[in-house]
């Protein structure tokens, strides 16, 4: 995938790790165009995730304009560290999803979850999603914890590294590992076992 240079994940198509970072440099100093730039370039992604994350639309869209919000707020205190822009801007997306959950304390799913970008599946992804179903992935993808769900979607739906899933999540990249190895398993586990005859 392009766009991996200096730590950074290529949510941003087509723009360089370098003309990223001078982006969120501009920004930092308040320059209304970059923001602009920021926001169109991560937009789809943090919708993405957060629609994924708390099942419907309406959610998804408040909780994508508090992600911006804080991030015009809190742009000047960011630093390129471990963790490129992306996965910060995803962390604040989790944590506001996960302060949505405590206080709603419910999940109230759509009927129809929009299909991703079919550029952005594997081969293999849809010989599996052939193979067993789409509504049956679903299924069994819903039987993971919340926790292997999340790891699952950064992982291979945003193609973030262990390194940044793990900031994201605020976890070690050592848990991001085993919570993947987890969920992978149970769901091999959950593929083996025989389907009920229609």
Do not use: C
Not at 39 to 51: A, N, Q, T, W
Not at 111 to 120: I, K, L, S
Not at 183 to 188: D, E, G, I, R, T
């Amino acid at each position: 995938m392009p766009n991996q240079a200096a730590g950074t994940t290529a949510p941003s198509r087509g723009v360089s790790s370098q003309d990223l970072k001078l982006l969120v440099e501009q920004a930092q100093r308040g320059n209304r165009q970059a923001l602009e730039e920021l926001y169109l370039l991560h937009f789809d992604r943090i919708y993405s995730y957060l629609h994924m994350s708390v099942g419907n639309r309406h959610d998804a869209e408040d909780l994508t304009t508090q992600v911006f919000v804080k991030m015009l707020e809190s742009v000047g205190k960011f630093r390129w560290r471990s963790a490129p822009f992306s996965a910060w801007l995803f962390r604040i997306a989790h944590n506001l999803a996960m302060d949505h959950f405590r206080a709603n304390r419910r999940w109230q799913p759509e009927e129809e979850v929009p299909e991703p970008d079919p550029g952005d599946r594997s081969v293999a992804e849809d010989e599996a999603l052939e193979s067993i179903g789409r509504e049956s992935m679903l299924e069994m993808i819903g039987k993971l914890s919340h926790e292997q769900q999340q790891v699952l979607t950064l992982k291979f739906v945003f193609n973030f590294s262990n390194a940044e899933a793990a900031t994201i999540l605020e976890k070690t990249e050592g848990a991001i590992k085993s919570l993947q190895h987890r969920a992978l398993a149970s769901l091999q586990r959950q593929l083996e076992r025989p389907r009920p005859s229609a």
